[in-house]
């Protein structure tokens, strides 16, 4: 039988007010699923962030409806990006996103049917370039998990040497270290043609000088495994195979990258419900 506190976070749409380049005052919506039938546990909190274009709205609908099982087990948010974009290098958005989604953070675990340190974020694309910069940047001990789906590192976010924190101006000068013990998956496909999976520039995707630049998607997940602690060799092989799917996998599973053979930007649905749950529940 439910049971909802006065305390409790219910669904509905909310909002952060923030100023910037281009707004004052300005409500941002995020949108926040309830499981149904839930007991008086306190749950884990799943933020999706769409990909460029895309919207908070559709993303809900349609990421609940594929993943009902998922779905049940968390409190789902989805944020909405400025101008249907996340702030990385050269979006249209100019948005602090970053606060954006750390401010939901905290509003979040304020109240009492939530998990103050179960909190995942997932982005496709756009989103994921979010995921990455917020692993790179956020000091917040509240996020455990992240996923991140066909988008590795750009050359801003990791300069070959050091990661790199956007700044206000996004010029990505200052270096970064990235905290200690969050866990990340990643997916991309070997034929996206908009994110290269071997790195390199993108033939659409706009940066400051040119085209927007990538780290090879292997190298990409070995840089983040060594911040999170590990000391070995980058891995020459995939320690799992099964069919077109190749699994890389660093400090037991706490980093792990899914390489989608013969697929692009589309490799997120390559993705399965069951694959996200083993890698939140282990």
């Known amino acids: 039988m439910s049971t909802v506190g006065a305390a409790d976070l219910k669904s509905g749409e909310y909002f952060i007010t923030q100023s910037w380049s281009q707004e004052t005052d300005h409500p ?70 970053r606060g954006f989604i750390e ?64 700044g206000p101006d996004n010029n990505y000068r200052q270096t970064a270290t990235p905290m200690k013990g969050r866990r990340l ?27 927007l630049s990538f780290i090879d998607a292997e190298e990409s997940i070995f840089l983040r495994a060594k911040a999170m602690g590990f000391t070995g060799n980058k891995l020459p092989h995939p320690t799992k195979t099964d069919g077109r799917l190749e699994t890389f996998s660093y400090l037991n599973g706490d980093v792990i990258h899914i390489k989608v053979n013969n697929e692009g930007h589309d490799a997120t649905r390559a993705l399965s419900e069951e694959t996200i749950l083993k890698f939140l529940e282990e």
């Open 103 to 166: 401010a939901i953070i905290r509003k979040l675990a304020a109240h009492d049917n939530v998990q103050k340190s179960g909190f995942t974020i997932m982005g496709s694309s756009n989103g994921a370039a979010l995921v990455n910069q917020m692993m790179i940047e956020t000091r917040m001990p509240n996020i455990r998990n992240y996923i991140s789906a066909v988008s590795p590192l750009n050359a801003y976010q990791f300069d070959g040497s050091n990661f790199k924190a956007k």
């Open 28 to 97: 941002r919506p995020y949108h926040v699923r309830i499981p149904a039938n839930r007991d008086s546990r306190k749950l884990p909190v799943f933020i999706f962030l769409h990909g460029n274009g895309g919207n908070a709205k559709g993303a809900m609908n349609g990421f609940t409806r594929r993943m009902a099982r998922l779905s049940s087990r968390h409190i789902m948010v989805f944020a909405q990006g400025y101008l249907k974009s996340w702030n990385i290098v050269s979006e249209r958005s100019k948005a602090d996103d």
């Open 185 to 211: 998956l990643n997916i991309s496909g070997t034929e996206d043609r908009l994110i290269p999976y071997r790195g390199g520039p993108s033939k659409v995707i706009p940066a400051k000088d040119g085209k």
